[in-house]
């Protein structure tokens, strides 16, 4: 399986209420590399909080003035050091700052998480089909840490039409060993290769991935597949 990074040009600022499937299908179809059924688009964080209006002014002369929002927008804190908060969000993520984000926004203003980031992922998808008529996935990355290893990634906050994880249980290894525990989270891979082409600095808030295996295509949901239960869960 060969898999193509390919960024998405030509998307300018979004604006509060902007049709975001249908600026997203227009820069595709101006771009050279086209999108085609199959093909799954990953798509940044933020450009789906500006178009929703998931945003909320701030102090700009303040550096701490977001934290109250931090407070608000988490249902349990975990951690505090210093000016940091490591906290759970409604959606059951584990993040910084309950995942509010003063970069790549106007100054004075701080952008939350999205309500519900996999029906905004089906919004983007459903709108594409009925303007383009392709069939493809659609995954809404942010950037996280991660406990006990330097530096962030991105992951997968939202998806549709691509699964969010590949369950390899009852296979075999490549030595003829059947798994029995291996589930694979491809939407955070796939989160994670985008960036790679996305960056954060390059101005490129959406990446079609092309080539990826046809199985994976299917009706998803990071809410119910990669949030671990608690009762699952050893550190809770």
Not at 93 to 112: K, P, Q, T
Not at 166 to 172: A, N
Not at 186 to 213: F, H
Request: aromatic letters at 2%; hydrophobic letters at 40%; one cysteine or more.
């Amino acid at each position: 399986m060969t898999v193509e990074l390919l960024p998405v040009e030509g998307i300018g600022e979004i604006a509060h209420g902007e049709d975001l499937g249908a600026v997203i299908w227009s820069a595709c179809d101006a771009s050279p590399v086209g999108l085609r059924d199959g093909d799954v688009l990953v798509v940044t964080q933020k450009i789906v909080s500006k178009a929703e209006g998931a945003m909320e002014q701030i102090n700009p002369d303040d550096p701490l003035s977001h934290k109250p929002l931090v407070e608000r927008e988490s249902v349990r804190i975990l951690r505090r050091r210093g000016d940091l908060i490591i906290s759970e969000t409604k959606h059951g993520f584990i993040c910084a700052n309950a995942g509010i984000d003063l970069s790549n926004v106007e100054r004075g203003y701080a952008a939350l998480l999205p309500d519900d980031s996999d029906r905004s992922a089906n919004k983007i998808r459903e709108r594409i089909r009925a303007l383009s008529g392709r069939t493809v996935g659609v995954i809404i990355s942010d950037t996280f840490g991660r406990p006990w290893r330097r530096g962030v990634t991105d992951v997968a906050i939202g998806c549709a039409g691509v699964a969010a994880v590949v369950d390899l249980k009852g296979t075999e290894d490549a030595l003829g060993r059947e798994l029995m525990v291996t589930e694979v989270c491809i939407a955070d891979e796939i989160a994670s290769a985008a960036d790679l082409v996305c960056g954060k600095a390059r101005g490129v808030p959406v990446a079609i991935v092309r080539g990826l295996e046809a199985s994976w295509l299917r009706r998803a949901s990071v809410r119910s597949e990669i949030i671990r239960d608690p009762a699952e869960d050893l550190f809770r």
